[in-house]
């Protein structure tokens, strides 16, 4: 790193070694151009010096980086930070372990690195007295994670509940407007939210690794990603969200965790009160709680997208350069293990569709009722039924479930989201 003179104000010349020059990776490069004025002021000079790329000849909208495919030859390039957004766990995680054993500072925007291997590799940062900085990998667009870490008492403890992915969200706010899944998310690939192969969206993957992330954060550093209880979205169907919206409420793609007294987890669809905050948000914005009732935060905002995940990436960058080493959340002493508390979700009301059904809705009522999970509303049309239950525990939810479905009715159930979460 070197120090030049720019209008009396001291600049140091910073050489960033990108990791991945795709859709992230070049927004990047566009920006350090499109803000040099706002980097100036924070007095850093951003140059990236090369970028290691699958296919150095592919098509691209950048042409004043040196790329790369080899790793070793991209090693040799002096740099002062790393910047990881290749995806992915390999080659990733190798990289940026040699880059942090180097006592170089690296930021990420790779959520499914962070969330199988961002314990190890914060602690790694820490023996060698830098720093791992990953704010775009969870709401990219939203600076959350940097805030958390830092005021870890004002910023509340112990519940979660948000709506993490935008592709998801932007499917279910289409088939809120009758849109058949498969319409809804051709869309979302026409309009660039969704890659054409959107499964770690649609499986509720990606937003069980930010979730993740959040939960390390906090502390819960033993908590993997296959611990959490998830369902896709791409089992709904239409006519569940016009029967939700009956019953006062919207479905919503959610990630939920609750590590209190009654702890519990939930990764996917859910029925959300048309009062909850969450049911304001539509599209792909992205919205995240933390904390209980008056006590809780909320962060709401883009949550992924190139352009901004590229300048919360270069704030990141900037944060680095000032020495502002994260919060170090990880350390031993501040472990305290939640996964097996999160294998299931936690006691709260149901919302269920139930399709093929010869009884009529009093009949029903009456068979949920003496199945421990009476119902306090219900919408009805032919055969089809969706019903919201009173506060119940999973198990008696699935025992109910499977006395109904052994009368060969098909169910499908949602937690209830409450409106004290938001
Ligand atoms: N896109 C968003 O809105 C967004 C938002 C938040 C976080 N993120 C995260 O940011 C990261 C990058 O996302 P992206 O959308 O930029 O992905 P992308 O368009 O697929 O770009 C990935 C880049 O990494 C390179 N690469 C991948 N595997 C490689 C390997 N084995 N060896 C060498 N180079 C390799 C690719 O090379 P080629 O170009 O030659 O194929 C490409 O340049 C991901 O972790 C993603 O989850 C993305």
């Known amino acids: 790193m070197s120090v030049s003179v720019l209008n009396s104000v001291a600049v140091r010349e910073v050489r960033i070694g990108l990791l991945g020059c795709g859709g992230v990776g070049q927004a990047i490069v566009q920006a350090l151009t499109t803000s040099d004025d706002r980097l100036a002021e924070a007095g850093l000079s951003l140059t990236c010096v090369a970028a290691l790329v699958r296919d150095p000849s592919g098509p691209r909208a950048v042409s004043d980086v040196p790329l790369t495919n080899d790793p070793d030859a991209w090693s040799r390039y002096e740099c002062d930070v790393v910047v990881e957004v290749l995806g992915g766990i390999e080659p990733a995680r190798t990289l940026v372990a040699r880059t942090l054993s180097a006592g170089i500072p690296v930021v990420t925007a790779n959520k499914s690195l962070m969330a199988a291997h961002g314990v190890e590799l914060q602690a790694l940062a820490a023996a060698h007295g830098t720093s791992l900085y990953f704010e775009a990998s969870v709401l990219a667009g939203v600076p959350c994670v940097n805030t958390l870490a830092r005021r870890p008492l004002a910023s509340g403890r112990g519940a979660w509940a948000g709506i993490v992915n935008g592709t998801s969200h932007f499917i279910l706010s289409e088939m809120t407007r009758g849109r058949s899944f498969d319409g809804a998310l051709a869309e979302a690939v026409a309009r660039g939210y969704a890659e054409p192969s959107s499964d770690a969206d649609v499986s509720g993957r990606d937003a069980a690794e930010k979730l993740t992330i959040l939960l390390h954060l906090a502390g819960h550093t033993d908590v993997a990603t296959a611990d959490l209880p998830r369902r896709g979205i791409e089992g709904l169907e239409t006519w569940h969200l016009e029967f939700a919206r009956r019953l006062g409420g919207v479905i919503k793609p959610v990630a939920l965790a609750d590590t209190g007294h009654d702890a519990g987890c939930w990764v996917g669809p859910a029925f959300v009160p048309a009062s909850h905050p969450f049911a304001q948000v539509e599209g792909v914005t992205n919205i995240l709680s933390i904390g209980r009732g008056a006590s809780a935060v909320l962060f709401s905002g883009p949550g992924a997208g190139a352009d901004v995940t590229a300048l919360t990436v270069l704030d990141d960058v900037v944060e680095a350069m000032a020495g502002r080493g994260p919060v170090n959340q990880l350390a031993p002493e501040v472990l305290v293990p939640a996964a097996h508390r999160l294998r299931e979700p936690r006691t709260g009301a149901w919302c269920l569709a139930l399709d093929c059904v010869t009884s009529n809705a009093g009949e029903l009522a009456e068979f ?40 060969g009715v098909r169910v499908t159930w949602w937690p209830v989201v409450e409106v004290a979460h938001g």
């Open 368 to 407: 949920l009722a003496a199945n421990h999970l009476p119902a306090i509303a219900l919408a009805s049309e032919g055969s089809r039924h969706a019903v919201l239950t009173a506060t119940a525990t999973y198990a008696a939810l699935i025992a109910a479930v499977d006395a109904i479905e052994a009368s």
